[in-house]
């Protein structure tokens, strides 16, 4: 079983900053990466950023050269810092870990971003 517990997240304004952080408990050994995705309503969910267990990275064009994606493997902790927000990050963020031979995906409950103008 594998437990993803979000906080961070709220209301900020147009060109503010927040931080999500994800902390992981459970059967981490397979572990291939953790991440973000956002969900709009109505829409499916959709990956802002991963960072692999060797390091690698990847980002949604929409969010490059605005937040940064960290993992602490001690702490089973990853983490988003999001800067110059724009009204259209608005959404639910999801944290999300992939593990095992099928890269198996396991989600948080969700924490809502909301950016005002």
């Known amino acids: 079983q594998v437990q993803l517990v979000e906080s961070g997240g709220g209301l900020v304004q147009a060109g503010g900053s927040l931080r999500l952080s994800c902390l992981a408990s459970?059967?981490?050994?397979?572990?291939?990466?953790m991440g973000w995705y956002r969900q709009y309503p109505g829409k499916q969910r959709e990956s802002v950023a991963e960072?692999?267990?060797?390091?690698?990275?990847k980002y949604l064009e929409a969010v490059k050269g605005r937040f940064t994606i960290s993992r602490d493997s001690a702490k089973n902790t990853v983490t988003l810092q999001m800067s110059s927000l724009k009204p259209e990050d608005t959404a639910v963020y999801y944290c999300?870990?992939?593990?095992?031979?099928?890269?198996?995906?396991?989600w948080g409950q969700g924490t809502q971003v909301t950016v005002s103008s």
């Open positions: 999300n870990m992939k593990a095992g031979v099928a890269w198996t995906s396991y």
């Open positions: 459970g059967s981490l050994f397979r572990l291939k990466s």
């Open positions: 960072i692999t267990v060797g390091g690698d990275t």
